[in-house]
């Protein structure tokens, strides 16, 4: 006889419960996907760079016609809640204080890969493009190279290309602010 296990899933809801009741903790470094609570790798150095670089040049460029979120979640789904190294988000007078950003909320997503390509690339840009995230770029620090996807559809991005350094890239959202790879990469 063959027996079955299942899994217990949680909702974003759950997964905000068992933060409340001390169960998960601040310092626990994990993310709600697809009713997973899964642990996110340690931040080194050059991911560290990579994310304040990239959020100084968008805060820069961007001024406020947008919220600029770093390491901070944004629901896609009652069960999936990623923490998105940055998110560039719709502008809202109260920063989202009163509610957390939700898909509908993003203008792109910038994830920071550095032993995490897999991950990022495989687990992650999947359920954006499911959620209906216009753009994300995957800064690939082992490639030294940035990883580009449009076009969201339930199956995945419709478009995706590759840019190496001597490149330059504007988002969607703000075509009228270019990057240079290099810029982005350090």
Known sequence: MRIEISKKLFTVDDYYRMAEA??????DRVELIDGEILQMSAIGSRHLGCVNRASTLFF???GRRC???TQNPVQLSVWT???PDIVVLKPRADFYASKKPMA???LFV????????SYDRDIKV???AAAGIPEVWIESLPD????VYRDPAETGFRTSFTLERGKSISPMAFPDNIFTIGDLLG
């Open 67 to 69: 919220v600029v979120s």
């Open 22 to 27: 001390g169960i998960l903790t601040e310092d």
């Open 144 to 147: 030294d190279r940035l990883l």
């Open 60 to 62: 820069e460029s961007f």
């Open 126 to 128: 999947p359920r954006y």
């Open 104 to 106: 509908e909320d993003v």
């Open 110 to 117: 910038l994830e920071v890969a550095d032993t995490t390509l």
């Open 81 to 83: 809640e990623p923490q």
